[in-house]
Each structure stands twice: as C-alpha cells, then as structure tokens.
C-alpha cells in the first residue's frame, strides 16, 4: 500500500537560483549539539584566567584609577541540559543559557592617588542569559553561525564589598560615587562573552565540516554543495543548497539541465530533512553521462560462467543463426553496451530511471581486427532503492537499481551486417542477464555513496524515504556523536 502523499508545489521565482537540495533543520537538532558541546565550553571557560583590568577617571577634578586584580570564578554555572536556541517573533536567532549563577571573586585598588584595596564579590543569581545568534550564508557559499556579544539586563547583579577598617568603610563609600558597578559589569559582560565566543570556534567547526564539494567515490563526477542562503522559520533553519554534479576532469564544462519551474514542499517532520529535487537527479544522470561511465566493455573471455550463451559466434548462433555462417564458429564476441543518451529520472512514488542503451555485438577475428557485427538497443528501465549509512564521519545515500523492478523493453536491431532475425531471445537474455553482467561489471555507482551537505559528527537514526513528485526526502532524527 502506497501512502497518499499530498504535495504543494509552489512557484519560485527565476531570479534565485534552482535548489538541488533544501535542507531543513529543525531547532532540536541545533538543541541537541549544544547539549553536547556546552558542558565542555563551561569548564574551559572556568578553567581560563581573567586577566587584571584597570580604569582611569577624573572624579571632582581628581584622577582616580581603578584596578580590579586576583580576579577568580568560583562559580560559573549553567543548566545546560536547558539551554536552548530560540527564533524571536522577529526572525532573529538567539542562544538563551537559563539559570546562569555567577561568583566571581577579586581584589579591586583605587588609587588617588595612595592605593586602597578591597576584596569585593560579583554575584549573579540564577538570571537567564540571552545571546543574538547570526546564521548566514557566506558569499563562499559556506555557512557561518556565530554568537554574538551580550546584550542586556545585569540587574540581578549585585556586588558585595566587605570593609576592613573604618578607613576602607569611606572608600567604599566613596566608591559608590564612582561607580564601581559600571566597571565590574563590564567583567562580567567580557565573562559571559567569553561563553559565547568559546562556542564560536564549535560552531565554525561544525559547519566547516560540510563537504561543500564532494566527489562520488572514486567517480570522476563531484557534486556542489555550496549554500545559496538559509531562511529561519518559526522552527526550522531552511538551507537551500546548490546540488548541481560536475566533471572533475572537465570542471568548466556546463550541464544544460534545466531546472523545473516548480519546487515541491518539503512534507516530513522529523527534526532533519533533506530534499532532493528533482534537479539533483538531472544534474546527476548529466554529470554520469558525460563522465563516459555508463559504457561497459566486456570481453568474451570474462563473461560469467552461467551466462546462458557462450559468447562465441557458435555460442550465439541460438540468437543470431548467421553470425557463424559470416565469420565462422568459435570465434569470441565481446559485448561492448554503453547508455547513449543522458538517463531521464521520474520523480513519482518511487524514483525511476529509464537509459536508452545500445549493445554492440564484437566479433574479435584478431586483436585488432573487431567487427561490429549488429547492434541493439533497447530501453533499461528501472526504479532506484536506496539505503543510508554512517560512514567517514558523514552520512550518505546508498542508491541501488531495485533488481524485481528493472527490465529491458523495446528492442531493435540497427547495423547488422548479418542480416535481420528475430530479437524475441535477444530480449529473454537482456533480462536475464546483460543487467546482471553490466551490474557484475561495474558496481561502482553501487560502492559510491552520495554524501548528504550536513556537518560531521552527525549520524542518522529512524530514517525514512519519501518520494514524491518533484523530490525526494530523508527524515531522520539526529544523534550526535562527540568528535
Ligand atoms: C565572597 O563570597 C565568598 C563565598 O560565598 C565568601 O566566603 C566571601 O566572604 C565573600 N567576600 C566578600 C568580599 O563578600
Ligand atoms: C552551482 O554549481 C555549479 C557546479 O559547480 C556551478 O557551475 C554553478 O555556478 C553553481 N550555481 C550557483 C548559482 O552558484
Ligand atoms: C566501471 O566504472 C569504473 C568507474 O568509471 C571504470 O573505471 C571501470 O572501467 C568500469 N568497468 C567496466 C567493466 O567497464
């Protein structure tokens, strides 16, 4: 039973270039990387020394300096298990950390010009710290996120001072008149910066590790994964990404796929989501195409044992009854099959490719002297399965021809030179084993998984496939491992 997919198509405007796949991550999975990588932010940031600040001044015509020194956290914590990303009512991305308690612990000296210390405290009690968060695209194409410096509320501030002598006990009123306040909240503010800019370098990290160019195993065709933007939505970070294949060997050469003028809604609702439009597809069967990878020569030597026919022109004589008579028995026929125009992919319930082929029958006289003695061609259709794997740190699409729903259809002979014969077991043999011996053959595209643009240190749990008209879907949830 086929599930019932209802699909939007909404129209996209020329002027932005074609996806060839949108990714779609929702907040929880943003979520689930900072529980992962907060906890060890925190205790570098514990672990670091504050440096000792100083602050000149004239108050009532006389120069003042401030020293805060022996500057130590004693506290610094955060329920990070709760920390969490957030997108505002106004589009804006923002880190907020809940329950941040701070003690920070130091010796502040005024000098005016004799010096006067004091131990003083800087406590912060359980407020909500609230960082703006940018996400952009890069002209590079790259991704960059980046937590942005504190702004706002330290009320819950307060600051302790505990007098020595009655000296010390003027001074610190004193103190009051210039404000100590303004300076240590500036300690805090560059503390609680520091949170942020210590999760800066993760993140980089993070997204640098897209492939943002990413050749198909070892097949001289690589796929384009720069980003053309990201868009927050009230749940979810939309990336649009380039998805357009390339030939290494002739980086310059440009496909001459058109891209649809429609782009199907992304459906599912897991908290990551990739789709594949069907550029993707069209890009890719180009880019294999012009690779020159979809040709297979096999010689008569290397047939499998248990093909039905012996690839002789004896053997064959059962198929085609003049090829002895031509250039006598037993002489080897190599099979030279190679797709001749650019595979056509049909984005349905399933994804299915039709290749127009063509088969050429060798007749091998001598190393040298090789006759084409007919050729057929015929149509290979099929529908593609596919599978997805952690593998190299990445997360990748295994995709397979689906062996019960591939067969060989319209056959016709062209160029033969030993007259015309029925192709009807012709056709029995293409589909019982030309597929298998061209799949023996070359396997390649089967070893050669395609790599989804999402950082490393993410694997794939609860995957699911979805096809539809104008795409292709994974859902999956997202685990984190610790790199
Ligand atoms: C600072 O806090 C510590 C720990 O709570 C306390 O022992 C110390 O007396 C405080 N110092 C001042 C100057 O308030
Ligand atoms: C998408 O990638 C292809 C292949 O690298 C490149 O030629 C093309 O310019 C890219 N498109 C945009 C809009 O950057
Ligand atoms: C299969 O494809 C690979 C990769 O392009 C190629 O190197 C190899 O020669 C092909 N094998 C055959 C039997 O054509």
């Known amino acids: 039973m086929k599930i019932l997919v209802l699909i939007f198509l909404i129209s996209i405007s020329l002027a932005a270039p074609y996806p060839g796949i949108r990714t779609s991550l929702g907040m929880s999975s943003l979520n689930e990387f900072l529980k992962a990588k907060l906890p060890k932010v925190v205790s570098d940031v514990l672990a670091a020394e504050i440096p000792d600040v100083k602050f000149s001044r004239h108050v009532l015509g006389i120069p003042m300096t401030l020293k805060l020194s ?11 298990s709760n920390a969490e990303f957030t997108i505002s009512d106004q589009s804006q991305l923002l880190l907020s950390l809940p329950h941040f308690n701070l003690l920070v612990e ?14 003083f405290n800087i406590t912060m009690t359980d407020c909500t710290v609230v960082l703006p968060v940018t996400i952009s695209t890069l002209k590079s194409g790259h991704v960059q996120v980046k937590v942005s410096s504190m702004e706002g509320d330290l009320s819950t501030l307060t600051i302790d001072i505990v007098p020595k002598n009655t000296l010390s006990s003027i001074w610190v009123t004193i103190s009051h008149l210039w404000p100590l306040s303004i300076y240590t909240n500036k300690v805090v503010v560059d503390l609680v910066d520091s949170v942020s800019t210590r999760l800066n370098p993760y993140l980089e990290k993070f997204f640098n590790s897209i492939k943002y160019t990413d050749q198909v195993g070892n097949l001289p065709i690589a796929g384009d994964y720069h980003f053309f933007n990201i868009d927050l939505t009230k749940e ?23 891209p649809p003028s429609t782009l199907p809604d992304i459906i599912g609702m897991a908290p990551i989501r990739v789709q594949f439009t069907e550029y993707y597809f069209d890009s890719l069967m180009w880019a294999l195409y012009y690779s020159g990878i979809l040709s297979f020569y096999i010689k008569s030597e290397d047939m499998p044992d248990n093909a039905p026919y012996v690839f002789t ?12 008579v031509v250039y006598g028995q037993n002489i080897p026929v190599d099979l030279q099959c190679s797709v001749y125009k650019v595979p056509v992919v049909s984005l349905l319930q399933n994804v299915y490719v039709s290749a127009s082929v063509n088969c050429n029958f ?24 596919a599978s997805i794997k952690n593998q190299d740190g990445g997360i990748y699409v295994i995709a397979t021809l689906d062996n019960g729903n591939t067969d060989f259809t319209d056959f016709s002979l062209i160029n033969s030179k030993i007259g015309s014969f029925s192709l009807d ?20 595209l089967e070893n050669s998984g395609l790599r989804l643009p999402l950082p490393e240190g993410l694997q794939v749990e609860k995957a699911y496939f979805n096809a539809y008209i104008g795409g292709v879907e994974i859902d999956f949830d997202p685990v984190f491992v610790n790199s």
């Open 236 to 258: 979810t970070i939309e990336g649009e990404v380039n998805g357009t294949f390339f030939l290494v060997n002739a980086p310059g050469q440009k496909s001459d796929v058109k």
């Open 313 to 324: 022109t004896s053997g064959l004589s059962k198929v085609a009854p003049n090829l002895p």
């Open 425 to 444: 077991k012709m056709i029995t043999a293409f589909n019982y084993y030309v597929y298998a011996i061209v799949l023996d053959a070359n396997d390649s």
């Open 362 to 385: 060798i007749v091998r006289m001598s190393p040298i002297n090789k006759i084409t003695a007919f050729t057929v061609i015929s149509q290979l259709n099929t529908q593609i399965a």
């Open 70 to 80: 022996n500057l130590e956290i004693k506290t610094l914590s955060i329920d990070t």
């Open 106 to 119: 130091g010796i502040y000296t005024y000098y005016m010009p004799f010096p006067i210390s004091e131990y």
